[in-house]
């Protein structure tokens, strides 16, 4: 067991999907909450928190620690939030101007009082998880990696919160007034899904850096969420994909000699651009097809009414043909030739020659959007 768990594959890899799943849930519900950028700020506002605890207490690692970064993290929220309420600045501005900030407190605090301890932005921020084998904790006789342990434990609190609360937290991002009268505290419950981001931001940010936290809390979510309107659904793809992105992006980084961070971000990155160009609904793809068949069908309603509008004229053998369509109706040739095609293939006009003659289908159309009874000449 000791030399799994201390394997340099499976402990990147499993540390890597721990992140990922945490971060994959409660970025998922900070994305409905269109505050995904919040983890931003906390990420980033941590380094203050650690460098403070360090100072008052002497430990450089423990649950001390996590707490103090944790509680950094909740007080950017709460003066982003306090800011905002001012109406002085709007929200997406107070964390703008709150995290900075508090990152840049942190810094000074760094060059000020840790200039011989081994701690700086650079390992907050990056972190290495290439290394986390090397660090082991001695559990039940058995050695596991310490960032792999941390992960695990704070990977299970997210995951029984969520399985506990998963109705009030979906009640109260999607609509909070309701959930504020059924007595589900709203505001409680958004607290507490900051104090998790919190908590995972600094359990992770010694293994993987806050970077490739913050890939794994919007990414997979984001990716997720222009696959399927179904809460359920996004978790579970969300989920999915950051476990995808956690193993190939370290079999890239292997094969390739590469960091191996910033390829599981990649890999995360590039399922996102594969959601966006192929979701069903919302996928680039989609929504070109989606403007083409528009397209198609208004060119259907104006030869309809083109020839509806000359079928009784004693003129309709020079109106209602293929030619008269591209002069009146502005289109080219292929154009023209396209939509008379695709008119003939759903049964909205007959073709004779060049001459060109209504259904009882295509008639019905076009009294329709020109306001005609039916059957009225």
């Known amino acids: 067991m ?4 201390t394997g340099v594959a499976f402990s990147v890899v499993a540390t890597g999907m721990l992140v990922g799943w945490s971060a994959a849930w409660l970025g998922t519900f900070l994305v409905l909450r269109s505050t995904a950028m919040i983890t931003d700020a906390i990420s980033h506002s941590i380094l203050l928190g650690i460098v403070v605890t360090w100072w008052w207490s002497g430990q450089t690692s423990g649950p001390l620690l996590i707490l103090g970064a944790a509680l950094a993290g909740v007080a950017t929220v709460f003066l982003s939030d306090a800011l905002a309420r001012t109406r002085l600045v709007k929200d997406d501005a107070a964390i703008g101007l709150v995290f900075p900030a508090l990152f840049a407190l942190g810094v000074l605090l760094i060059n000020l009082l840790a200039r011989d301890v081994h701690i700086d932005q650079h390992t907050v921020l990056l972190g290495e998880i290439g290394f986390v084998w090397l660090d082991v904790t001695t559990v039940a006789g058995v050695a596991v990696p310490t960032s792999l342990l941390w992960m695990a434990v704070v990977t299970l609190i997210n995951g029984v919160v969520m399985m506990l609360l998963f109705k009030e937290f979906q009640l109260a991002t999607f609509d909070p007034g309701l959930a504020a009268a059924l007595g589900f505290a ?9 104090s998790l981001t919190s908590v995972t931001a600094v359990a992770a940010f010694d293994a993987v850096g806050v970077v490739l936290f913050l890939a794994f809390a919007i990414i997979p979510p984001a990716a997720a969420y222009l696959l399927t309107d179904r809460l359920w659904r996004m978790l579970l793809y969300a989920t999915f994909m950051a476990s995808v992105a956690s193993v190939l992006g370290y079999v890239i980084a292997a094969a390739w000699d590469l960091n191996i961070a910033g390829s599981m971000a990649a890999v995360a990155a590039a399922q996102f651009l594969l959601a966006w160009l192929l979701s ?12 083409r068949r528009e397209r198609d ?6 030869m309809a ?5 000359h079928e009784d004229d004693p003129e309709a053998e020079v109106e209602n043909v293929v030619g008269a369509l591209r002069s009146h109706l502005g289109w080219r040739d292929a154009t023209a030739r396209r939509v008379v095609a695709q008119g003939l293939e759903s049964g909205l006009v007959t ?4 001459r060109l003659a209504l259904t009882p289908l295509g008639r019905a159309l076009a009294q329709r959007i020109l306001g005609t009874p039916t059957g009225a000449r």
């Open 186 to 194: 709203p505001a409680g419950l958004a607290a507490l899904l900051t």
């Open 305 to 309: 009414v083109h020839l509806c509008q």
């Open 280 to 291: 069903p609904q919302q996928g680039l793809l989609a929504q070109r097809l989606m403007r």
């Open 2 to 5: 000791t030399e799994l768990l």
């Open 351 to 354: 073709r004779d020659g060049e």
């Open 297 to 302: 069908q208004h060119a259907q309603e104006a």
